[in-house]
Every structure is written in C-alpha cells, then in structure tokens.
C-alpha cells in the first residue's frame, strides 16, 4: 500500500522555546559527519522512507498501544533529512542532493520533540554551516481513512526546523525545514520516525523537491 503524507507547511506559532537568565547552549550532535558519503551511511540506513517522503513500508505506522511500553523522560533519534535539489537550467550545480544530521529529542510524558537539523552537506561537497532547531507536538493515533485504507494521518505535521545557514561562498539562507512524519513499530517498539521534509530557503536559496527525513534511536 502507498502511504501518502499531508504535505502543507504549517509555519504558525513561535518557537516557544524556554528562556533563560544566560546565553543558549549551542546545540552540538555527539558524532559529526564531514562529507557526504557518510552522511549518506547515516541516511535511513533501515530503508524506512522513499526519497519524497512517502513510507515504504505503511504496516509499520505505530498506533497508540505500541506507545505503551516507550520509556519516560526524553528519548533521543538521530539520523538524517535530505532532499533534491529541483531541476534549473541557469544553475551548474543542478541537480544536487543536499543530506543534514537529524536529531529529535521525543518526551513521551507531554507528547513533545525538540528537533535539531544542522551539519548539512551538498553531493559536489559543498557544506553549510549553521543549525535549525524548532518543537511541536505529536498524537499517538494515526488515524486511517475510511474511505481509503492506503491513507493515514500522520503523528506531526508540519513541525518547522528554522535558523541561518551560511554556505562557503558568502551564501546566506533564512532556511526552515518542516517535518511531517510518523512513528514505527519494528514489531516490538516504536524505534524510528521518518516521514517528508519541506525544505524552504528563501528568495535567495536553492528550490528543492520534497524530501525525506529518517531518525533511530
């Protein structure tokens, strides 16, 4: 069954990220990567995902008994999010796909996740320098269509990444990724999250396809 994704951008609401009396500790993945191939090696390794977004695999969505045994606190899933750049003429580097590290940090007391995309390389090797970070909520039901059983609702729709990216070349992107996904169950646990990546840059940046977007924990 082809599983097909909500594919508006919500960019509604603030961030609402907690303040605090000094400055923000800059968020900094535990292992970086420093070209494409292996960010590549990170890219759904698990084969959870298509390059626009869709599941591979729809059985897998997790319902909201699957969440019964997830641990509390905070549950940290790394991987990556990755698109294509759209077909341009007028630009030599056409065709590029562009990979960044993902990390969604998912607390399943409140049903939040703050997520963290940054580190974020081209396929010519380009890199971009800067980290998107934003928060939203999930629902544990992801309901299906009655009338079409190969559609579900996802867990989150539309949760924007946003932040300043800088590439090697003076570029500067006001850039926002929003990610819209759902939780899988490998059979015993919800143990992965993937689903579609808008990719935004602004006037000024590249134009992508819609991407995809792939974490484990």
Sequence with gaps: MQTVTKTSLLLIGALGLAGCDGPAEQFEFATTFDNFADLQSISDPDDLVNDDGSLVDDTKIAQSADFAGVASGVTSYTGAVSALEENDTTNPDDGRTLIGQLQLDVAFDTNTMVGHAGNFIFSTGDALTGTLTGNGGFVRDAVENPVDSAEFDP?????????????????????????????????????????????????????????AFAVTD
Excluded: K
């Design 155 to 211: 867990h989150f729709e539309g949760i924007p990444l946003i932040g300043a990216l800088s590439g090697p070349n003076g570029e500067a992107y006001d850039a926002t990724i929003g990610l819209t996904g759902y939780f899988l169950n490998d059979g015993s646990m919800v143990d992965s999250i993937a689903g579609e990546a808008v990719f935004d840059f602004g006037p000024a940046g590249p134009n992508f396809e819609e991407g």
